[in-house]
């Protein structure tokens, strides 16, 4: 084999490596202190190429970032850097049982500090990181996550929201404020509503709820509501939703 055949297919081969590695960035899983000192544990994806959109995945009831599975590499492959990240009481919720147990034992928390000190960890880690514009951040929160996600955008101003399987009136307990107040306070930033046609979430009310909410947001809001009875992150198991909330995500960055 003469040399212009061996530095060609060296050429073709680097090529290919680079290709590769530019679909995905490696991703890194780390430790952080809350304001509070509680440790949280993250998984981080940088964004393919600075000043990228960041996605900020807030998970369920049980509170572990794992749930969204092979989600946040999607969501990286499309360009987006992503930050998957566990919540404070993951450790409690995994000793409490079965899944109405784990609800009433998020129940009795103090949710507000999933807000104030969690996602605050998250942000202020963000602002650390080469490449992230703070200014075009998206919350993906899935069941508990999508409260979190709401109260927090308005909190941190968001530049987009996604919340799947939100329900009820209230974003945590009573008094904690409602989530028709909290989408007034949000503004005209783009939300989009996620959930199935029978989903469990306020006694099986979740879709017709969030046909409430997007009439009460203000901004540019979109609702899907899928076939079935799939809750939370379940339903981003299902490509066809998977891949509407990318190009939605793609729309509205």
Request: aromatic share 8%.
């Amino acid at each position: 084999m003469n040399l212009k055949i061996i530095l060609s297919m060296g050429l073709l081969l680097l090529t290919i490596t680079v290709g590769c590695a530019t679909s995905q960035t490696a991703q890194r899983s780390v430790s952080v202190v809350t304001g509070d000192q509680i440790k949280l544990d993250f998984d981080y994806l940088p964004p393919l190429l600075p000043k990228s959109p960041t996605v900020i995945l807030l998970p369920d009831t049980r509170c572990d970032r794992k749930n969204f599975g092979s989600f946040s590499a999607r969501l990286n492959e499309a360009g987006f850097g992503v930050l998957a990240m566990d919540f404070r009481y993951k450790d409690l919720i995994a000793r409490a049982g079965n899944i109405a147990q784990q609800i009433q034992t998020i129940q009795r928390q103090n949710l507000d500090l999933l807000v104030d000190q969690d996602v605050k960890s998250a942000i202020d880690f963000l602002s650390q990181q080469s490449g992230v514009d703070l200014k075009r951040v998206c919350a993906i929160g899935t069941s508990l996550g999508s409260r979190v996600a709401l109260k927090s955008g308005v909190k941190y101003r968001f530049k987009a929201l996604v919340l799947i399987s939100l329900s009820g009136k209230e974003v945590f307990a009573a008094g904690s404020g409602s989530i028709q107040q909290l989408l007034s306070e949000y503004g005209d930033k783009p939300i989009l509503f996620m959930t199935s046609e029978k989903d469990w979430g306020n006694n099986y009310r979740a879709a017709q709820d969030n046909k409430l909410y997007i009439n009460r947001a203000k901004g540019k809001s979109d609702l899907k509501i899928w076939p079935g009875s799939r809750h939370g992150v379940d339903i981003l198991k299902h490509s066809e939703a998977s891949q509407f909330l990318l190009s939605w995500l793609r729309k509205n960055f």
